[in-house]
């Protein structure tokens, strides 16, 4: 069975830094895709970055580059999402997915097969 778990939410300041981590188990996604994305109060889930195959190739959403930074440790396989100067506006619950393939739609929630429970971000102004 396939586990996807957060950790590392919580209430920080705006202009702090965070870094969520995604821990796996049931199986090893090193030559897959890991993803994040987020949700925030009445809006709808939102891609926030992934990473992809051997060669670790990453991918952000336009917005978020520069600030957010996701990498993982196929040892541990694990994936985590470094967030600096964070923003109110930041404020989600943020999600970890995973598919064992190389995918070319890393974008799209309904490319992954498995998810987390995500982790609530609160930044406060």
């Known amino acids: 069975q396939v586990q996807l778990v957060e950790s590392g939410g919580g209430l920080v300041q705006a202009g702090d830094s965070l870094r969520l981590a995604c821990a796996a188990s049931?199986?090893?996604?090193?030559?897959?895709?890991m993803g994040w994305f987020r949700q925030a109060p009445g809006k709808e889930r939102e891609f926030v970055a992934a990473i992809r195959g051997r060669s670790d190739s990453t991918k952000y959403t336009d917005s978020l580059k520069g600030r957010f930074t996701i990498s993982r440790d196929n040892a541990k396989n694990t994936v985590y999402l470094h967030m600096d100067s964070l923003k109110p506006e930041d404020t989600a619950v943020y999600y970890c997915a995973a598919n064992p393939a190389y995918l070319l739609t890393y974008d799209r929630g309904g490319s992954y097969d498995y998810w987390g429970q995500g982790t609530q971000v609160t930044v406060s102004s």
């Open positions: 049931g199986r090893t996604f090193s030559s897959g895709t």
